[in-house]
């Protein structure tokens, strides 16, 4: 978890050769959320080939605008990936795709935040090299103040699936003797700003449903009594 939250608040949108995704961001610690801003952070566990979804994700009304969303958000997904050493020690035999989806004007389930669909139509080397499909990181960041978004209803969904490759090499039969994989999700949303009404508002919206990440450390005073 520690690592999606230190991706999550790297300084760069995409990926980049010499600098990954960035760097994070030095003011705050990873689990601290930044001021104007609200990060949900939680751990699942999938199986390739089954979709799943986290429903009614409160949509913060301080990134509504004019009936429009604007504002900025990321969403970074890890995969506990499974690797194949008689291949590669760096081929992973699992992957997983996730997105942040809204609903348009129109009604239609639309992307926000995450994979695209180029990353599973286009040919398998280009969908490689140029959306890094089998790595176990995603990483998604996107400025939509410039740009509102028309959309409808007041929630979120996120979506994720894994996936699984080559499971006779293995000496698996199929995708259901990969067992249950674990992932850690992070998702960020910001209104721009430099006040705690996201966070707060987040906060009331799901109530009983989240817990806010406090650091409780013991501390052992020794005197001489």
Same mark, same amino acid.
């Given at each position: 978890m520690v690592r999606a939250l230190l991706i999550n608040q790297t300084d760069l949108e995409s990926h980049e050769n010499h600098r990954g995704w960035?760097?994070?961001s030095p003011d705050l610690r990873p689990w601290i959320c930044p001021p104007g801003a609200v990060t949900l952070a939680w751990t699942a566990k999938v199986r390739p080939g089954f979709a799943y979804y986290w429903e009614d994700i409160p949509i913060p009304r301080q990134i509504i605008s004019e009936g429009r969303l604007k504002g900025f958000g990321s969403l970074t997904v890890? &995969?506990?990936p499974v690797l194949n050493p008689e291949i590669g020690e760096n081929y992973f035999s699992t992957r997983v795709t996730a997105a942040?989806?809204?609903?348009s004007r129109g009604g239609k389930t639309t992307r926000l935040l995450g994979s695209v669909e180029a990353e599973d139509t286009a040919p398998e080397l280009d969908a490689r090299d140029d959306y890094h499909k089998?790595?176990?990181?995603?990483h998604d960041a996107r400025d939509f103040s410039k740009r509102p978004l028309t959309f409808?209803?007041?929630?979120?969904?996120l979506y994720a699936r894994a996936y699984a490759r080559d499971p006779e090499s293995l000496g698996y039969a199929g995708n259901a003797d990969?067992?249950? &994989?674990e992932v850690s999700i992070v998702l960020s949303l910001s209104d721009g700003s430099s006040s705690s009404d996201v966070y707060n508002g987040m906060v009331v919206s799901l109530g009983n449903f989240v817990e806010s990440a406090v650091i409780d450390q013991e501390i052992e005073i020794e005197t001489d009594a």
């Open positions: 960035g760097s994070p890890v &995969l506990n942040l989806q809204y609903l089998w790595q176990p990181i995603r409808s209803g007041d929630t979120f969904r990969f067992g249950e &994989l």
